[in-house]
Every structure is written in C-alpha cells, then in structure tokens.
C-alpha cells in the first residue's frame, strides 16, 4: 500500500512538473522576451503558483529546469551524432538542420540561455555553460579536427564557428519581430524554415569547406 501510494505521488509531481514546463514554454514561444511572471505560467498551467516554490524553489529554478529538460535530449542527440561514422561535413549539416528545428519548436531557447548566463546566479550560470555551451563546443572541435584531418575543412576555431552558426541559426527566432519587414511575413512557417536551413547551409559551407589553396 505505502509502495502505491508513494508512486501515485511522484506520478502526480511528474505531471504537475510536466504541465508547468509546458505552460512556460508556451508563454516564452509566445513573445520575443523571457520576461514571464509566476502568475502568468500558474494561469496558463492551471495550478498554483505555489507548486512552482514547490517543486523548483523559484522561478529562475523552474526557468533552468526548463533548460536542462531541453538540453537533455538535445545534447544527447548530438554526442551520438559526433560519434557517427560518416564525413564532418554530414555532421555538420545534420547539426544545422537540428539547430533551427530546436529553435523552431522551441524559439526561446537561445533567450534563456543567454539569460540565464547573464542574470542568473553564478550557480545558475556555471550550470548552463556546462550543460550547453560546454558540450556544444567540445562537440564542433571534435567536427572541426576530423573536417581539417580529412582534408575537407580549412583549418578554423572552433569556437569562432560555434558564435557563427548558433549566432545564424537563432536569429530569425529571436528577431521575430522583424519578420514582417524583412520577409513580409506574420510568423516563422514550416516552408520558411525549411528555406532558412538551406541558407544557412550555404552561407556556412562556402565558409568552412577546404580550397585548393587553403587545404591542409
């Protein structure tokens, strides 16, 4: 008896959890800011705001929660995608296209990470670094050596070509509110983001790929 009930529990704190990320997540997807109150996600979640001290401290608590549920699965796909055995430069086109899909279901991430970094406490701060930024760097070193090793990528570093990428693949998410402007569009769609992979394919591959007179 004291078994099920204690599974009753934690089932009923992992759906609460559950339903208060999604509710943030879609607070956050809706506007070019992460600046979102406890009140806002309780009434989107349909809880109390209390559950959020509850379960996660605060609301920078929920917020790196929130985070690190993104950044589990998103940098798990990446270590198995370093790992594969096939070419840099599949690698990296597989990364790309993976980035502006992350970005495109979850547009606030790249905000939040650097919010975290900036307003967040050190602790706050280390942690995101090392459960993003850390991982994401080591992962385009290991790209870039093999790319320079096979003779297909000019020699460049590596963390200059994390600011490039990340920096082109998140913009458009972060700069929606520019879209009416610069596309005459009302919001990002699935054809638009299909054609900005593609660009920023180009523009990142006439970039990194090896020339005749620059290869090792």
């Known amino acids: ?8 529990v934690a089932m009923e704190r992992r759906d609460s959890r ?13 506007r070019s800011t ?7 996600i309780a009434q989107r ?15 920078e608590g929920l917020l790196l929660a929130l985070l690190e549920r993104v950044a589990e699965r998103s940098m798990a796909d990446l270590s198995s995608l370093v790992a594969m055995d096939i070419s840099a430069e599949q690698k990296l086109r597989i990364h790309i296209g993976g980035i502006i ?6 547009p606030y991430v790249n905000r939040l990470i650097n919010y975290m970094i900036v307003r967040g406490d050190t602790t706050s701060s280390e942690k995101v670094a090392k459960i993003f930024v850390e991982p994401m760097v ?30 082109a693949c998140e913009h ?22 299909q054609q900005y992979v593609q660009h920023v394919l180009d523009l990142v591959f006439h970039g990194v790929l090896a020339r005749p007179n620059t290869a090792a």
């Open 172 to 193: 458009i998410f972060y700069a929606g509110y520019s879209l009416p402007t610069t596309l005459g569009l009302s919001e990002l769609t699935e054809q638009v983001r």
């Open 138 to 167: 080591a992962a385009y070193r290991a790209i870039v050596d093999q790319g320079v090793a096979d003779g297909a990528f000019r020699p460049m570093d590596p963390g200059m070509l994390y600011y490039s990428v990340v920096g």
């Open 34 to 40: 992460i600046e979102v109150s406890l009140s806002e």
């Open 101 to 106: 899909n992350t970005y495109y279901r979850s």
């Open 18 to 30: 559950t339903i208060l990320f999604d509710a943030t997540a879609a607070l956050l997807s809706e």
């Open 1 to 8: 008896m004291a078994r099920t009930k204690a599974k009753e």
């Open 45 to 59: 979640s349909g809880l109390n705001s209390a559950l959020i001290k509850y379960y996660f401290g605060s609301k």
